[in-house]
């Protein structure tokens, strides 16, 4: 399970060092991708990857939305390994896509974890909870 905030610096050559308390699910192997819900990266372990790409893979093949969304995330993704200091590197594309120049926000999201531009997070993430778009509302939907 990936929990928590940190902010990081990628390094000259786009290596990010991985938060220590995240390594231990990545050592086997881990996927980058866009997440097309936001303007941000997926890390993934290779294990959360293949039942994730397997549902990608079983929407309909004729349907518009589903090939957009299979062309978004298989044609960006980038089977990784952690080195031996625990980074990896982002490639140079999927930074553009993100919009990540060397400061980083490193997201846990449960099951994988999201690499954010920090304005971009401040945005998306951290302004939404000032305002009404997340409430209590919604939280109470899940009954807890």
Not at 1 to 10: K, P, S, V
Not at 72 to 79: M, Q, R, V
Not at 116 to 138: H, T
Request: glycine share 4%; charged share 25%.
């Amino acid at each position: 399970m990936f929990l928590g905030e940190y902010t990081h610096n990628l390094d000259d050559k786009g290596r990010l060092t991985v938060p220590a308390k995240f390594r231990e699910p990545l050592m086997a192997g881990l996927i980058v991708t866009r997440n097309p819900a936001d303007r941000c990266l997926m890390v993934m372990p290779k294990a959360e990857w293949e039942i994730v790409a397997a549902k990608i893979s079983a929407l309909p093949l004729t349907d518009a939305k589903s090939a957009l969304l299979r062309r978004a995330i298989f044609s960006a993704a980038e089977d990784l390994l952690l080195d031996k200091q625990g980074r990896i590197l982002i490639s140079q594309r999927l930074r553009e896509y993100a919009q990540i120049e060397s400061d980083i926000v490193i997201a846990g999201v449960n099951k994988f974890i999201e690499l954010w531009k920090p304005a971009n997070w401040q945005e998306k993430v951290l302004q939404p909870l000032d305002g009404d778009e997340i409430n209590g509302d919604l939280f109470a939907a899940l009954n807890v």
